[in-house]
């Protein structure tokens, strides 16, 4: 009987001619794609939206276009604005008057809510119609419950 190539290399005859590899590369090979995972996880994880509560920013893209006419927001169509679905105050200041709808008794009050962490404030600079013909500028801001 002739015998198989294979068979002296089941018994460790010429493994000596194998590729291998040393275990400290191994051990950086499987540190770096672990490093890699962990990054990636973090990514992931910090691009994920937040969908429990929704930010003020959000809250102030919903409610621009609901006041604004040819770029100019009017304070009478805040009323307009539909219920919020968490607690909400949003508000217009300009000419040292103030505007304010808050969705219920449950929303923050705008004044009392600066500098504190349970509420997350946006505002941004709009121009408002303030009687006709007479444009200025003012503030729309809205604050909502972390």
Same mark, same amino acid.
């Not at 009478?76 to 217009?92: H, K, M, P, Q, Y």
């Given at each position: 009987m002739s015998r198989?190539?294979?068979?002296?290399f089941l018994r460790g005859e010429g493994t000596?001619?194998?590729?291998?590899?040393?275990?400290?590369?191994?051990?950086?090979?499987?540190?770096?794609?672990?490093?890699?995972?962990?990054?990636?996880v973090g990514a992931l994880d910090d691009a994920a939206p937040d969908r429990e509560r929704p930010t003020a920013e959000a809250t102030l893209d919903r409610v621009e276009?609901?006041?604004?006419?040819?770029?100019?927001?009017?304070?009478? $169509?805040l009323r307009g604005v539909g219920e919020f679905r968490f607690g909400a105050t949003v508000e217009i200041q300009a000419d040292g008057e103030t505007w304010?709808? $808050?969705?219920?008794?449950?929303a923050p009050v705008a004044e009392a809510? $600066?500098?504190?962490d349970a509420v997350a404030v946006a505002e941004r600079p709009v121009t408002v119609s303030v009687e006709p013909g007479r444009n200025i500028r003012?503030?729309?801001r809205a604050v909502v419950y972390r």
């Amino acid at each position: 009987m002739s015998r198989s190539s294979d068979e002296r290399f089941l018994r460790g005859e010429g493994t000596e001619s194998r590729a291998a590899v040393e275990p400290i590369a191994a051990l950086v090979a499987v540190l770096a794609v672990g490093a890699a995972l962990g990054l990636y996880v973090g990514a992931l994880d910090d691009a994920a939206p937040d969908r429990e509560r929704p930010t003020a920013e959000a809250t102030l893209d919903r409610v621009e276009p609901a006041v604004t006419t040819g770029g100019v927001v009017d304070p009478e $169509r805040l009323r307009g604005v539909g219920e919020f679905r968490f607690g909400a105050t949003v508000e217009i200041q300009a000419d040292g008057e103030t505007w304010t709808v $808050r969705s219920g008794d449950e929303a923050p009050v705008a004044e009392a809510a $600066r500098g504190t962490d349970a509420v997350a404030v946006a505002e941004r600079p709009v121009t408002v119609s303030v009687e006709p013909g007479r444009n200025i500028r003012g503030t729309l801001r809205a604050v909502v419950y972390r």
